[in-house]
């Protein structure tokens, strides 16, 4: 694999036995709760960054890579993938397309391609281990990016929230509606759609109906699951991430289903308690 490198912003939460031998960096966002910066990095303090969230009436705000960032892990000697979080949620995709274009300037020759995954957190690891698969398989450069594109395409995503706090800080919903759902215990059943912005699939009273809810709607959403990869992301909740991960390998036809723990984004976008589901 050493023709290839994957650079991926650090929302792409993968493992390092996922990673494997694989040429991978990750270009990091931050962060801000108040006055406090969190560098989404290898020494993230998860458990720090919720309980600042917690603690403060503002909303967390997150800063994405540069330009610069990006194209300082672009080695023009291999041909590379970058990954990015949904180009409707973030400038991530927009500032690794000027890197790309800043290096092809001066290396013409370069083989760079950036993807919008149209997804984040689980669904941008599912794009790396596809990249990954199709290397693996001997793929050429621009298959894999026929392969890829058409992989993004059929990608779902959907998410239960770990609260509403975050909503209603960032101004997505009134603190009165905020209040309401809490005082309901509403949990919505959020989508990915297929430009990448997030709508509501749901609304449910109780978590625990929300959580069942979300692994059977997995199998509504009109795509072919038999032999797929599906990838949950969990919120500080080891215990209920392990509960989806079994509910949908006894349910479907899945060939795996992988967990790990958000990152800092994720963790910004989920908030405590949260699941993501991608497949």
């Given at each position: 694999m050493?023709?290839?490198?994957?650079?991926?912003?650090?929302?792409?939460?993968?493992?390092?036995?996922?990673?494997?031998?694989?040429?991978?960096?990750?270009?990091?966002?931050s962060?801000?709760?108040?006055?406090?910066?969190?560098?989404d990095?290898?020494?993230?303090?998860?458990?720090?960054?919720?309980?600042?969230?917690?603690?403060?009436?503002?909303?967390?705000?997150?800063?994405?890579?540069?330009?610069?960032?990006?194209?300082?892990?672009?080695?023009?000697e291999?041909?590379?993938?970058?990954?990015?979080?949904?180009?409707?949620?973030?400038?991530c995709?927009?500032?690794?397309?000027?890197?790309?274009?800043?290096?092809?300037?001066?290396?013409?020759?370069?083989?760079?391609?950036?993807?919008?995954?149209?997804?984040?957190?689980?669904?941008e690891?599912?794009?790396?281990?596809?990249?990954?698969?199709?290397?693996?398989?001997?793929?050429?450069?621009?298959?894999?990016?026929?392969?890829?594109?058409?992989?993004?395409?059929?990608?779902?995503?959907?998410?239960?929230?770990?609260?509403?706090?975050?909503?209603?800080?960032?101004?997505?919903?009134?603190k009165?509606?905020?209040?309401?759902?809490?005082?309901?215990?509403?949990?919505?059943?959020?989508?990915?759609?297929?430009?990448?912005?997030?709508?509501i699939?749901?609304?449910?009273?109780?978590?625990?109906?929300?959580?069942?809810?979300?692994?059977e709607?997995?199998?509504?959403?009109?795509?072919?699951?038999?032999g797929?990869?599906?990838?949950?992301?969990?919120?500080?909740?080891?215990?209920?991430?392990?509960?989806?991960?079994?509910?949908?390998?006894k349910?479907?036809?899945?060939?795996?289903?992988l967990?790990?723990?958000?990152?800092?984004?994720?963790?910004?976008?989920?908030?405590d308690?949260?699941?993501?589901v991608?497949?």
């Amino acid at each position: 694999m050493s023709n290839f490198r994957v650079v991926a912003d650090s929302c792409c939460e993968v493992t390092r036995d996922m990673i494997g031998d694989m040429d991978l960096k990750f270009v990091p966002f931050s962060m801000t709760v108040d006055d406090t910066v969190f560098v989404d990095s290898e020494d993230f303090d998860n458990k720090a960054f919720i309980e600042a969230m917690k603690n403060s009436p503002n909303c967390a705000k997150s800063g994405c890579p540069t330009p610069f960032d990006f194209a300082e892990k672009i080695d023009p000697e291999k041909q590379t993938f970058i990954i990015t979080i949904s180009g409707a949620l973030s400038g991530c995709y927009e500032s690794a397309t000027m890197a790309r274009q800043d290096v092809l300037e001066k290396h013409p020759e370069a083989k760079i391609y950036v993807f919008n995954t149209k997804s984040a957190a689980a669904g941008e690891a599912l794009v790396f281990l596809k990249i990954k698969d199709c290397i693996e398989e001997g793929k050429s450069f621009e298959e894999i990016i026929e392969i890829t594109e058409a992989y993004i395409k059929d990608l779902q995503t959907l998410f239960v929230l770990g609260s509403l706090d975050n909503m209603v800080k960032n101004g997505r919903m009134s603190k009165i509606a905020g209040s309401v759902a809490s005082l309901l215990s509403i949990h919505p059943i959020l989508m990915g759609d297929r430009n990448g912005e997030i709508g509501i699939l749901e609304k449910c009273v109780g978590r625990k109906k929300a959580l069942n809810k979300l692994v059977e709607s997995v199998g509504k959403m009109g795509v072919s699951i038999s032999g797929k990869r599906a990838f949950v992301t969990h919120c500080n909740n080891l215990e209920r991430g392990m509960d989806i991960k079994a509910k949908l390998e006894k349910m479907y036809d899945f060939s795996e289903v992988l967990l790990v723990e958000n990152r800092g984004l994720g963790t910004m976008y989920a908030n405590d308690g949260g699941v993501i589901v991608c497949f």
